[in-house]
């Protein structure tokens, strides 16, 4: 299996630009979860959906994100306009939530730098 | 305020040293997960507790769930320098598998 893919795997942009973030899940799970990364505010979940629907996005920190789930096998994180204290690591991770375990499988994440 | 507290934040030990590391909260949780992290990767799952003062055992790994599920512990036998990383502890409340992560623990086992 491929496990969790994310791309791109580093960005770099300027303030006010527009950035997507890109993840497919592995095949057959359940739900999805986006987490934002930072030495200051460690591992926070931002979003997450079980069966493409989102189940709860109360870690969002404002409008300008966004996070949608089209399929099964896709979903993007949008930061419109961004902005440098959004500089972290931003990771994906499936769950397989039929398994009483609940085990996240992270992708290698993207390193965003705004600037 | 993290609903996790992981301590201590850093550790560093010699190859053949013992170490524990802790993850308390005031929350009960229906279950408690370890991840270890190295860095540019994500983080990759240890062990799931679900019952109070559950222990498991994975090779040199020790892991235990507190009697009324409110924190656990992580103890390695003879740490080597393959177990250096960020070990994370994540609690979660719900039925959904939604987990909060503490801030970790950073491990550094040198030869």
């Known amino acids: 299996d491929a496990g969790v893919i994310q791309s791109p795997r580093h960005e770099v942009t300027e303030m006010g630009q527009e950035v997507t973030l890109r993840c497919k899940p592995i095949s057959g799970h359940n739900s999805l979860f986006w987490y934002r990364q930072t030495m200051m505010r460690g591992l926070e979940l931002l979003i997450y959906f079980n069966n493409n629907v989102p189940i709860d996005d109360s870690g969002m920190p404002e409008d300008r994100f966004s996070a949608k789930m089209p399929n099964a096998s896709f979903s993007t994180l949008k930061i419109q306009p961004s902005e440098p204290r959004d500089s972290a690591v931003y990771f994906c991770?499936?769950?397989?939530?039929?398994?009483?375990?609940?085990?996240?499988?992270f992708g290698p994440g993207t390193r965003l730098t705004v600037t | 305020t993290q609903l996790l507290e992981q301590s201590p934040q850093f550790l560093s030990i010699q190859e053949g040293e013992n170490l524990t590391v802790y993850c308390n909260s005031s929350?009960?949780?229906?279950?408690l997960q370890w991840y270890r992290q190295e860095p540019g990767e994500g983080p990759v799952l240890l062990v799931t507790v679900v019952t109070g003062g559950e222990v498991k055992k994975l090779k040199r790994l020790t892991f235990q769930f507190g009697d009324a599920r409110k924190d656990s512990s992580l103890h390695i036998t003879a740490a080597q320098p393959g177990d250096t990383g960020l070990y994370l502890c994540?609690?979660?409340?719900?039925?959904?598998?939604?987990?909060?992560f503490g801030a970790g623990t950073q491990v550094v086992v040198t030869p």
């Open positions: 929350s009960v949780f229906s279950s």
């Open positions: 994540a609690g979660s409340t719900d039925s959904w598998g939604k987990f909060q």
């Open positions: 991770a499936s769950s397989p939530t039929s398994d009483s375990s609940y085990e996240q499988y």
